[in-house]
């Protein structure tokens, strides 16, 4: 209080030196109004003067305010000089008094410090060794556990007080920092001991091997549990902190600060840093096993320089891997398969097999990354790689596309069919994978597609897809990659039916030349036989989904043989039925080919695969119908509908498919029916 009157009474003086100053000024402008009024006075107006006198009563009222004020300072300022004389050996008092208790409270703190230390070394802390159970400890008399845990309870009362050597003991990355005071010296001779067999010239602090001092810190981490739950715990809930959490905390800093010094010398050797990142990432996961609610190293991997290293690192070694797959000599074989009630329905390949694996293992390593942006990084590489392991298949195929049903082209076939099931079974189980596990995050890791803008299918639009989470709320970033693999593996799947149809109709020349409409009726004959001329198809036909059915997963399988028996409908139909002319006789011959030859090779695939072939079925129906039916039924569909309403032609139209569904016609439009009632004889006319 002493300490703002002065304050205030010096700035008082000094203004009232001003104000002298300005009433010096003043009365010299007086002074000389007072000349020029007289002057004035016989020229000016009353009011003027009046103005001018009003004036001088202000400043001489000023002056007198003045003078008091200046008697007031002057008699405030010797009555409090005494108070001023018996307050600053006050404040000397004070200013010593604080620094002795600064000075024994600092003393007294580091008596408590080395008290707690001996006693530690009494007990034989740190308990390192992996044979020092907790029963051995016990060994150690219950005076001296309760004598360290009576000093630890007053480091822990002291724990907001500074502590004289903490700048010396302890060096904490500023993730994994605020160590209490009792853990600071808890821990201090494990970080002696890590500092001398990681940090100096010992052969143990090789920057080959840092699996050395982390797996050195994980034991550390597991050996002193026991003792920590009964004798530190007890005394680290009056300061609401679980001692085993902060205890893998301390010794998680001396990693991170080791991995900071390391992992710049290893920029330049990609075998050594790669190694490195291994071993963090298998301490990390190791971590989490043993201390549920773990610290984290992760963020030496996230340094910019560093995580750009780590991208370089994993893609380098992620395409010389797939340059090896590929040269591989078993590469397009079948290394394993799943089967299902003992058939197999999924062949793997060896390559497909090694893709898969570096592109998991890779998801296994980044997804320890908390920050979504780190990740997307990697999924982005992901991306690329998956790009650069299409392009290289389409490589692959145009390679082996002379023998679209060999063992290679089929083996590239079941890879791109494998790994788009890998793609496809990531978009329900991979977090990262999900748009809306982004939503949350800074907008500068969303990139937005422009609205009504088509995506593009190249590398990068790929990119920028894994960024567009917005736009992407009801799929996934693996939409557009996945389309590509569906697009070429329908590709290949349309080559392999290509050629199984041109070489079935290389063998088909003589059997569309049949004489139908000269044949005798199946009557005729002791014993039906099929078309000596359709066998040569039939065995091409049945040898070459043979081989596809032995080299092709079921589902790619499933397709070749559906298309496959699609287009051999399709074949019958237009080059056989409607370029032939057919009596009762061919009509027959051509049904008993069709049911004992044709139906027999894809039924061993599907009991319902006759449905395929129903058009060609339902047209021998036509060809065989007696002459009366046939004749009634193909007048009702030549019926001229011109000239009526839409809607009687709709009902006349209704009519005629009801008729050909009443002689078990369901699959043939009218036109189609009209067209095969003109292939036969005996309607034709």
């Known amino acids: 209080m002493l300490t703002n009157i002065d304050r205030i009474v010096g700035s008082e003086i000094k203004n009232l030196g001003k104000l002298e100053s300005q009433i010096s000024v003043l009365t010299a402008s007086i002074s000389s109004l007072e000349k020029k009024i007289d002057y004035w006075t016989l020229s000016k107006s009353d009011s003027i003067f009046a103005k001018l006198k009003e004036s001088q009563e202000k400043v001489n009222q000023l002056l007198i305010d003045a003078e008091k004020l200046s008697v007031l300072i002057e008699g405030f300022a010797k009555d409090s000089e005494p108070l001023f004389c018996e307050l600053f050996p006050l404040i000397d008092q004070v200013i010593s008094a604080q620094n002795k208790i600064n000075y024994y409270q600092l003393l007294e703190l580091g008596k408590c410090i080395k008290s707690v230390e001996d006693v530690l070394v009494e007990i034989g802390w740190p308990f390192i060794s992996t044979n020092q159970s907790l029963e051995n400890v016990k060994r150690t008399t219950d005076d001296d556990y309760k004598k360290f845990q009576s000093l630890l309870k007053i480091l822990a009362l002291l724990n907001n007080e500074v502590d004289p050597d903490s700048e010396c003991i302890w060096e904490m990355p500023s993730s994994i920092s605020g160590l209490s005071l009792p853990m600071r010296h808890l821990t201090k001779p494990l970080k002696k001991r890590f500092e001398y067999h990681f940090s100096s010239n010992r052969q143990t602090n090789d920057l080959s091997r840092p699996e050395l001092y982390l797996t050195q810190v994980l034991d550390w981490c597991k050996s002193p549990c026991p ?102 000599d078993t590469a397009w074989l079948s290394t394993s398969g799943v089967e299902f009630d003992g058939v197999t329905v999924l062949y793997v390949t060896e390559v497909a097999e090694k893709f898969a694996k570096t592109l998991l293992a890779m998801t ?64 329900d189980t991979t977090l990262i994978l999900r748009p809306n596990s982004s939503r949350q995050e800074p907008d500068g ?55 199984i149809l041109r070489d079935v109709k290389d063998r088909s020349a003589y059997y569309r030349k049949n004489r139908w409409q000269m044949m005798f009726s199946m009557k005729d004959y002791i014993q039906p036989c099929l078309t000596p001329n359709l066998c040569k198809m039939l065995q091409a036909l049945q040898g070459s989904l043979q081989r596809a059915h032995q080299r092709l997963s079921q589902k790619v399988f499933l397709d070749v043989w559906k298309s496959v028996g699609s287009r051999v409908n399709k074949f019958f139909f237009e080059e056989i039925i409607l370029e032939n002319r057919f009596n009762e006789g061919g009509a027959e011959q051509l049904e008993y080919d069709i049911k004992n030859g044709l139906l027999p090779i894809f039924g061993q695939y599907s009991i319902r695969s006759s449905l395929i072939f129903s058009k060609i079925q339902e047209s021998c129906l036509i060809l065989k119908m007696p002459v009366g039916d046939a004749f009634l039924l193909k007048e009702l569909l030549t019926r001229d509908d011109a000239g009526v309403s839409f809607r009687l032609s709709y009902a006349e139209t209704s009519e005629k498919m009801k008729a050909l569904r009443e002689h078990g016609i369901y699959n043939l439009s009218v036109q189609d029916a009209l067209f095969v009632f003109d292939r036969r004889l005996t309607t034709s006319l």
């Not at 995506?455 to 917005?470: F, Y």
């Open 227 to 328: 003792f920590l739950s009964e004798w530190v715990q007890p005394v680290f809930d009056s300061i609401n902190i679980d001692s085993k959490e902060e205890f893998t905390r301390a010794l998680c800093g001396l990693v991170v600060v080791k991995l900071n010094h390391d992992l710049p010398l290893l920029y330049e050797d990609d075998y050594l840093f790669g190694h490195c990142i291994d071993e963090i990432l298998a301490f990390e996961r190791e971590l989490r096993v043993s201390v549920h609610n773990q610290p984290s190293v992760h963020e030496t991997l996230t340094g910019e320089r560093t995580l750009e290293k780590w991208l370089r690192t994993e893609k380098k070694y992620a395409i010389e891997k797939m340059d090896a797959m590929l040269s591989s």
């Open 445 to 499: 890791a969303n990139l937005e597609l422009k609205s009504g803008e088509e995506p593009d299918v190249t590398l990068p639009a790929l990119k920028v897809v894994s960024k567009s989470l917005d736009q992407l709320a009801e799929g996934t970033v693996f939409d557009s990659i996945i389309e590509l693999f569906e697009k070429f593996e329908k590709d290949m799947v349309n080559l392999i039916v290509d050629t």
């Open 364 to 427: 296994d390593r980044y997804n320890v990354l908390p920050q979504v942006e780190h990740r997307l990084q990697f999924l982005d590489l992901q991306l690329e790689l998956i790009e650069d392991f299409r392009i290289r298949m389409l490589q692959m195929k145009n390679e082996f596309e002379d023998q679209p049903l060999g063992e290679s082209f089929c083996g590239v076939l079941n890879t791109l069919h494998y790994v788009t099931l890998i793609l496809e079974d990531w978009e």
